[in-house]
């Protein structure tokens, strides 16, 4: 199943820019692992927001001095200025991770 999502905010620049709209397919995570490099969707630990990132960390790498269990990911925005991820509010769960962003069709107006 395909989620049309529109990118709002700055947390993914250059890559993705506010107005961008994207297909996230929320089934390919049912068959196999998020991996270190994709563009996810994923849901906020601590509040109920949904956030576009990349994942930078998966199950046992070494993320900010901790290794990462065997359900948790590293996630960060593309934008170096705005720490958005991981970094700010700590791994979140592969339940977390919601689908796959799979491409960008266009600019919103």
Sequence with gaps: MFRR??????????TLKEGDVLWSNRLV???????????????H??????????????PGDVMSGR????????????NVRQNTGSEAFGPVSRQAI???VRRKT????
Excluded: C, N, T, W
């Design 29 to 43: 995570y049912r068959f196999r692992a998020p991996r270190k490099g994709e563009i996810v969707v994923v849901d």
């Design 5 to 14: 999502i529109r990118v709002q905010g700055h947390s993914m620049l250059p």
């Design 106 to 109: 266009r600019r919103a107006a």
């Design 45 to 58: 630990p601590d509040r109920p927001l949904r956030m576009i990132k990349r994942i930078v960390g998966v």
């Design 67 to 78: 290794q990462l269990g065997p359900a948790e990911y590293f996630v960060a925005g593309d």
């Design 98 to 100: 919601v689908g796959l």
